[in-house]
């Protein structure tokens, strides 16, 4: 199966569900989450890579180790695979759960042909990462984001030119025609805005990207209520007080990413009010 990003949001608004779907039992970045996320319809999943101290890519936010596998002074990159082979996830109640931690290269094989995989933390790990990515055959399912920089620059054209990635840009996006004579794969920004007046949550912002063949991914994802990656219109704006207000916005403004943490709900709900298809 041929994956291309481009195409495939020009059928619908693609869902990325933020280190899979997770809840109960069910621990955030483990493959019980990614295929949770599938079952609710996500287009792609959101993975966290990190590398323990004997070399073996895994799955797993950085710096998390306290709150999903009850570690104290304890990290992965500290630890080789077969200590980390021996842990498990805790739930939300801190209970032990059956859930390890997946490698990197299990996780391509288990959904490679599948879904579009976005890479985070790559750039702590770029050409170990990269080679994986090659090594299953799996380029056009991978994105890759950071904000710009000239190591990000240099690591794309040096190392990995094919490799579709999305600068993340707050505000404003400067380097837009940077980018596009840059040589590298560059399919399109990751927005972040405080205020609906921001420029790059504008429509003329949005219609020019497109003009030039370009997405623009938005979050409705919550780290931190009090720092805002999509002004308020968010996935606690859609669950708690309005889903237009929170939702809604985001999808009437012509966004072709939303990551979210609730992937079912929010494709039933842009189902229900006919803006989950495109061109309709």
């Excluded at 890479?119 to 710009?148: C, G, T």
Aim: aromatic share 12%.
């Amino acid at each position: 199966m041929s994956f291309d990003l481009y195409s495939a949001a020009q059928k619908n608004i693609l869902i990325v569900a933020h280190r899979g779907t997770c809840g109960g039992n069910i621990p955030c970045n483990t493959a019980t989450a990614y295929e949770t996320a599938l079952k609710q319809g996500a287009d792609m999943i959101e993975i966290d890579a990190n590398m323990t101290a004997d070399g073996v890519l895994v799955i797993f936010h950085p710096k998390e180790e306290p709150h999903h596998l009850g570690l104290t002074g304890k990290y992965i990159p500290e630890m080789t695979w077969e200590e980390v082979s021996a842990l498990r996830y805790v739930n939300y109640d801190r209970a032990p759960t059956q859930f390890g931690v997946v490698r990197f290269d299990d996780l391509m094989e288990q959904f490679k042909g599948r879904c579009f995989i976005n890479v985070d933390k790559f750039w702590d790990h770029p050409k170990e990462i990269y080679e994986a990515i090659k090594r299953h055959n799996m380029l056009d399912q991978i994105v890759v984001k950071s904000a710009p920089s000239e190591k990000v620059f240099t690591v794309l054209k040096e190392l990995a030119p094919e490799l579709p990635y999305i600068p993340i840009v707050r505000h404003t996006h400067p380097m837009h025609e940077e980018f596009m004579r840059s040589g590298i794969n560059y399919v399109g920004a990751e927005v972040l805005f405080t205020s609906d007046d921001d420029e790059v949550a504008s429509d003329a912002f949005i219609e020019k990207m497109h003009r030039d063949g370009k997405l623009v991914w938005v979050n409705s994802i919550i780290y931190n209520y009090k720092a805002q990656l999509a002004a308020g219109h968010s996935d606690d704006t859609a669950l708690s007080e309005d889903m237009e207000k929170g939702w809604g916005w985001l999808a009437n403004k012509n966004f072709d990413l939303i990551q979210t943490d609730w992937p079912l709900m929010l494709i039933n709900y842009l189902k229900e009010t006919n803006r989950y298809y495109r061109n309709l």
